[in-house]
């Protein structure tokens, strides 16, 4: 099943560097989204890499952090 995670950051530096950091491990850059306007990343992925993303952005301290099916 596919997921879309979403990270909201208080600054667009933070949510860039999360970006920077997602494409550095190897996710693919089409899978990754970034909102400029609220300083949100958005990252459509399977399952089987779920956690390791969620990490990647938790690094990043973001203010809140949601996961839903990605339809």
Known sequence: ???????????N???KNAVDDLVSTGIPRESIFLVKETNQVK????????????????RHQPS????????
């Open 1 to 11: 099943m596919t997921e879309t995670i979403s990270a909201t950051y208080d600054s």
């Open 13 to 15: 530096t933070q949510a």
């Open 43 to 58: 990252v459509i992925m399977a399952d089987a890499t779920e956690g390791e993303i969620v990490e990647i952005l938790q």
């Open 64 to 71: 809140q952090v949601s996961e839903r099916p990605f339809t």
